[in-house]
Each structure stands twice: as C-alpha cells, then as structure tokens.
C-alpha cells in the first residue's frame, strides 16, 4: 500500500546546528507534499510544501527539498533555535485534485540540545 | 481571529457511552476534516466535509458519524465508544480542499480515553 514514513523516529540536534528531517514516500504519483510541525499539547501547523515540478522550495530558514529519483523528502532548518523543539510529519498528496486524502508520515521528534 | 476550536480538551468514556467532539472554524472555510492521532503512527483521516450539508468517509470511519449543517461547525460523534477509540483527535480546516492541496489549519485536539 502507500506509504509516508520517516527514518529517524527522534533528532537530537545542537542549538545553532542546521537539523535535517527526512521522509521516504511510495506513490510516485503523488505531486504534492507538506511539512507540519506540532508542538507538545497543539495541534500540527503547516511549515511549508512543495510540488512535484521542483527539487527546493524555501522559505524563512526552512528548506524543502524534493528527490522524485529515490521518493525522499527532506526538511532543513537552518540554525536550530529551542523553539523548534516539536514533532515533525511529512504528508504526500497522491491525488492531485485535493487534500482529502492526505497521508502522513509518523512523525520525527526533534530535539533541541542547549 | 479564533481559528479552529475544539472542545473538550479532555475527555474520559466509559465503553459503550455516547458524546459529540465539538469543531467551529470562523476562516468561512469550505473545506473540514476530522483526524486521529495514535502514538507512532501518523494523522489518520476519519471523516471530511467540502461544504454544508456534504460529508463523506475518510480511512478509518467506522464508529464515527458527522455532520455540516453549517459552515463553522462539524462535530464528530461517537455512538457507542469502545477502548480502540481512545485517541487524540483533531479537528481542521482549509479554504476548499482543492487545488492539487491547500495548507490544513489544525485545531488543539481533543484527548479521549474510552475505559
């Protein structure tokens, strides 16, 4: 079946240090794909997404970055603050026409280090 | 601006009880969804709406039942609650749902545990 999954269920990263969240997607279908992150006790909140026709997308000190070769997804943050202390999920889209259906990954623990 | 509310945050059932999670989004959002959350696993997709008075199943539907009479509102109900129920669920949004996908926003869940 289809599947969303991560290979590091937790992140230990150094304040100041870039972190780097991977994802592994099946259906090499899908064309649209999205980073959340969730807090402890909140519900998840959309970081930034990106759609088959690019390999980067970046935003404010986040960076998507998209290999359609091997179906990976990965999430770069740029100089790790404590405040990006959460969990992490990626989500695929495998039908273009809609959000419907979304399927997410289990999610990677990041782990800010003082 | 209150975003999606959902209430209660806590919830504690006994096995075969009813009750209705409680979903109001004020973004005149089209599109609703309702997801579980277990641990290890990723978001699961329950039920959706794309507009009042349209509901359809998502992944794991069954034991639960939905309804949109209005736009801002779209409770979940559990009939008979059972212990596999147990979860936190999560209430969200978006402006239509279409478009090849649109950022979801997301309420501040609901924990349930079904003794």
């Known amino acids: 079946g289809e599947s969303v999954g991560l290979h590091l269920p937790t992140l230990s990263v150094q304040e100041g240090d870039n972190s780097i969240i991977n994802c592994a997607y099946s259906?090499?279908?899908?064309?649209?794909f999205i980073w959340y992150k969730q807090e402890s006790g909140k519900g998840p909140q959309f970081i930034i997404d990106?759609?088959?026709n690019m390999d980067k997308r970046q935003g404010q000190r986040v960076t998507v970055l998209l290999n359609k070769t091997v179906k990976h997804l990965s999430l770069q943050i740029a100089a790790t603050q404590p405040g990006d202390s959460a969990v992490y999920f990626c989500?695929?889209?495998?039908?273009?026409?809609?959000?419907?259906?979304?399927?997410w990954g289990a999610g990677t623990k990041l782990i800010i280090k003082p | 601006n209150a975003g999606v509310t959902q209430t209660p945050k806590f919830q504690v059932l006994k096995t075969g009880q009813s009750m209705t999670l409680q979903c109001a989004q004020d973004m005149n959002h089209e599109y609703m969804s309702w997801y579980r959350q277990d641990p290890g696993m990723g978001l699961r997709l329950i039920h959706y709406s794309v507009g009042a008075g349209i509901t359809d199943q998502g992944e794991v539907p069954n034991g639960y039942n939905v309804s949109r009479s209005t736009t801002e509102d779209f409770p979940l109900r559990l009939l008979s609650a059972a212990p596999s129920q147990t979860s936190v669920y999560f209430c969200a949004s978006s402006y239509s749902g279409t478009g090849g996908g649109e950022k979801l926003f997301f309420g501040s869940g609901t924990q349930l545990s079904v003794l």
């Open positions: 989500a695929e889209n495998p039908l273009a026409a809609s959000n419907y259906q979304l399927i």
């Open positions: 259906n090499s279908a899908s064309d649209y």
């Open positions: 990106i759609r088959s």
